[in-house]
């Protein structure tokens, strides 16, 4: 019996295979080799959204589970390679794109109010990107207009930092109060690499965030985990867009991720270690 969890393909054929640690094997007489992926985002409950990024530039990016998100490309068609971790396919992102759904049409992703709990992750490869500056992953983050709920970054560059995954919190939607821009933020030790898949995530339980870096909680004296609480900023009807790989601030678009993005998916729910760990790369 195969794990649903493992593909299969002919190696000398061609045919794609998925994410990591292969194992060599024989099925119907055929030489195969097995690949591990990760558990499904399908698979644990309380998600929103799940986006595997299989569909090819000029069409929007549709998430998968209990909403049919679709995410549009700015300014310009995003290109699709082959090489992925949730199918054959994955997302290139250069500097300057990025993908924008409007808030009303994804009412779900609007995480917000004292008792608010969310979990990102997203599954993608770094690239390199001059001049250095924050890399915004996913969330809903509008630093122009006092508009910030939630949004993973990687290189925050605040409190000593650099290349960590970074959870970013509001609950005032602007800046922390006595900073003139948001410090409140999770973040971990271990700089992510470039050029390799990782799985980059944050939850939130209305009381602490934390950052993980492939599966695995990134302790970091007294940024991870981040005791924060109040909640997620509530705007109401005025609040921003849900945006991958920018966020808007200073007046336009910009903390530009350049890179792969194999997944991403958004719960409203602060997940297990366990469930983190499930859902990482092996």
């Not at 993005?261 to 997940?271: H, I, Y």
Request: net charge negative; glycine share 12%.
């Amino acid at each position: 019996m195969i794990d649903d969890r493992l593909q299969f393909s002919r190696p000398a054929c061609g045919g794609v295979v998925t994410k990591r640690a292969p194992h060599a094997g024989r099925l119907n007489g055929l030489c195969v080799i097995l690949y591990a992926m990760p558990t499904s985002p399908i698979d644990i409950p309380n998600l929103i959204a799940f986006w595997d990024f299989q569909e090819p530039p000029g069409h929007h990016r549709v998430s998968k589970g209990p909403n049919q998100y679709a995410l549009q490309e700015h300014p310009s068609p995003i290109e699709r390679i082959d090489d992925g971790v949730f199918g054959p396919h994955a997302m290139r992102v250069k500097q300057g794109q990025w993908l924008q759904i409007a808030r009303k049409d994804s009412p779900a992703l609007n995480i917000a109010g004292p008792e608010a709990q969310v979990t990102v992750i997203a599954w993608l490869r770094r690239g390199l990107k001059t001049p250095r500056e924050c890399e915004a992953v996913a969330g809903i983050w509008h630093e122009t207009g006092k508009r910030r709920q939630y949004c993973m970054f990687i290189d925050l560059m605040i409190w000593n930092s650099g290349h960590q995954v970074g959870g970013h919190v509001s609950n005032v939607g602007g800046p922390t109060p006595g900073y003139p821009w948001c410090m409140d933020a999770s973040i971990g030790a271990t700089p992510v690499p470039l050029g390799e898949w990782s799985c980059c995530g944050f939850t939130y339980d209305a009381h602490v965030a934390k950052s993980y870096l492939n599966g695995v909680l990134d302790v970091r004296d007294d940024r991870n985990p981040y005791p924060y609480e109040g909640g997620l900023f509530d705007p109401g009807e005025s609040g921003a867009d849900f945006t991958v790989a920018a966020v808007h601030r200073a007046g336009e678009m910009g903390n530009w991720f350049v890179g792969d993005f194999g997944g991403l998916a958004v719960f409203d729910r602060a997940l297990t270690n366990a469930e983190m760990k499930s859902l990482a790369l092996p």
